[in-house]
């Protein structure tokens, strides 16, 4: 497996590489400082499997350098990675087709399940988007997005709908949803169809990005039902 790690900090990238080499046996970690070598570096291979790019290192001019590396690597995901976590950030790299937003500040394990997550072909959400949790910086409180986004919910999808998005956002498969409500998996793809229809998208990845342009947190989990107040 060939990982691209982009970041100008040396010592990050040390730290990264090592937790990177036990993602699966034989992993080869290239690296890069700036976007232009991560840029030279791919195009000097014939295949990548997964791409890293630190959102804030030279040449990346906002998210306009994700947006360079999807258009060049359709097929492979793309994370960001990033010190902090502010909405907008977060919301605008899920559009232009990044696969996870991950944060510089998160622990080693989490960061390899993340990893894990897209490599398995999901998203990967962090958890302070959907808690309200990051940066400042976006024109609304995370209350209020949320609030505005749960209030049009009820008019186009089904409560069952809503229990999916609420695990489609935070990244869990088809078959760890299924788990979670105690359907079969051919159930969660059926809602899903209809999920995908009513929110007016095609795949899972913008279904995430239309929930979360409303800082949604629909049905948040408890620990003891699985969702707030529902059985």
């Known amino acids: 497996m060939l990982i691209l790690l982009a ?3 040396t010592l990050v990238r040390e730290n990264l590489r090592d937790f990177l080499q036990t993602l699966a046996p034989e992993v080869v970690v290239l690296e890069a400082e700036t976007l232009p070598e991560a840029e030279a570096v791919t ?3 014939s295949r990548v499997d997964l791409i890293i790019l630190d959102l804030m290192m030279p040449g990346m001019n906002g998210l306009s350098g994700l947006q360079r590396m999807v258009t060049r690597y359709p097929d492979v995901p793309v994370v960001i990675l990033s010190g902090s976590a502010r909405r907008e950030d977060i919301v605008g790299a899920i559009r232009l087709g990044a696969k996870g937003f991950i944060s510089k500040t998160i622990g080693g394990k989490a960061m390899l399940n993340a990893l894990r997550l897209i490599l398995d072909g ?7 988007l ?4 990051g940066d400042s910086g976006y024109a609304d409180s995370p209350g209020s997005q949320a609030g505005r986004f749960q209030n049009r919910q009820p008019q ?3 409560r069952r709908q ?3 998005l609420a695990h489609l956002v935070r990244g869990h498969t088809n078959k760890a949803i299924a788990e979670e409500l105690n ?11 209809g999920l995908f ?11 995430v990005a239309v929930a979360l342009q409303g800082g949604v947190k629909p049905y948040p989990f408890s620990s003891s039902t699985g969702f707030d107040g529902s059985p």
């Open 7 to 9: 970041d100008d900090h």
């Open 162 to 164: 809503q229990e999916v």
């Open 197 to 207: 229809r009513k929110l007016g998208v095609s795949n899972r990845t913008q279904a």
């Open 156 to 158: 186009h999808l089904t």
């Open 130 to 133: 959907l808690t309200g949790a």
């Open 43 to 45: 195009s000097r291979i």
């Open 183 to 193: 359907l079969k998996e051919i159930t969660i793809k059926i809602h899903l169809q």
């Open 122 to 128: 999901e998203t990967y959400i962090p958890s302070s």
